[in-house]
Structure formats: C-alpha cells, structure tokens
C-alpha cells in the first residue's frame, strides 16, 4: 500500500466532499418525489448542490494537474472525480425535467427509485470515505456489494415502470414524460455502480 504524503490528504478531502454533495443531491430528489408539486426550491438546491460539486471536479482535476506525488493512479482519480460529478450532474439534470414538463402528479414506482438511490448514494459515500484509511478490496467489499445488489433493484424497479406504462390507459404524452424521468433515475443509480467499479478496480491495483 502506498505511504501518503501529508499534503495528498487534500484529495480525499475532495473524493468526500464530492461523494457528500452527490448524496445531498440524492436525499433532495427523495423530498422532490414526496412534496411534488411543491418542489422548486428543492430543485434550487439540487442545482446548487451540483454546482458545488462541480466546484470541487475543477479542484481536484487542477490539484491532479500540479501534483507529483498522488494517492494512486491518475487516470483513476481522474474516473473518480469524474463519475462522482456524473452522479449528481444526472440528478439535477431529472430534477429540472419535472417543470420543464409540465409534470402534474407523481408515480409511486419513481418514489421507490428515489430511495434505491439514496441508498445506493449512500454507499458511494461511505466507499469513498474508506479510501482514506485503506485501498484493500475486503474493506470496501461491503459497500461495493450493495451498490451492485442496488443497480439490480433499480433495474426491476425500472422495468416494472415500464410496464406499467405500456399497459394501457396512460395518456401518450405521459409516457413520453415518465419513460424519460424513470430512464434518468435508473441512469443515475447505474452512475452509482461505475463509481463502484472504479473503486473496485482502484482496490486491486492497490491494495
């Protein structure tokens, strides 16, 4: 395992914050599917959550940029930062949608999906906070396991959706609508799983 210098701390300090605010943006779509239609300043700070995150991206690319020494392999930093900003940039991107739209009720499978990704977001989290101490595969198992287990709920969540959609006395127009919310809900929860798979393939390469 690699022996850190004092100053490549500050990256984790970015993979965290970063992973917080994808989170954050996760637990905001929860509260979106529960108050709607009262949803505009949740959509505020979903969008704020994003910009904050992508804050932090430009950070740790420029920081990646000047840096010798790093905690591992730059290109996989780089897939770090970059699939933790994919996560929360696909929420902000739904969250926009529903006013955009014209949404005008909420589906109860969407509600569901909003919990899977906080679930699946909060397991990101806490991978990512693991970095910190250790790159072993045994101590990240755990959470690996469950984003993987979680994209596979989201699946069926979607596919159930779908079905729903397509079994008649929807109107054209809300299928169009709910077809493209439930694919970027599922989008997001799989953004969850390649963040997964980096760390996974960070692990075997350095623990």
Known sequence: MFNLLPKDTAFFDLFEALAEHVLSGAKCLTELAAQFP?????????RDAEHAADDLAHQALDRLDRTFITPFDREDIHELV?????????????????????????????????????????????????????????DLSVQLIEIHRLENEGDDNHQAAVSHLFE????????????????????????????????????????
């Not at 009262?38 to 979903?46: E, L, M, P, T, Y």
């Not at 696909?90 to 589906?107: C, G, Q, S, V, W």
């Not at 919310?181 to 623990?207: P, Q, Y």
């Open 82 to 138: 970059g699939g933790l900003d994919d996560i929360i940039d696909e929420i902000d991107a739904l969250a926009k949608r529903f006013p955009m739209y014209h949404a005008n009720h909420m589906e109860p499978l969407f509600i569901k999906q909003t919990h899977v990704l906080v679930a699946a977001a909060t397991a990101v989290r806490d991978a990512v906070h693991r970095l910190r101490k250790t790159h072993r595969l045994t």
């Open 38 to 46: 009262a949803i505009k300043g949740i959509i505020q700070r979903i």
């Open 168 to 207: 008649g006395g929807v109107e054209p127009l809300e299928v169009f609508k709910w077809m493209d919310l439930f694919g970027r809900v599922e989008k997001a929860i799989d953004k969850c799983e390649d963040v997964s798979n980096t760390l996974e393939r960070i692990s075997l390469k350095n623990g």
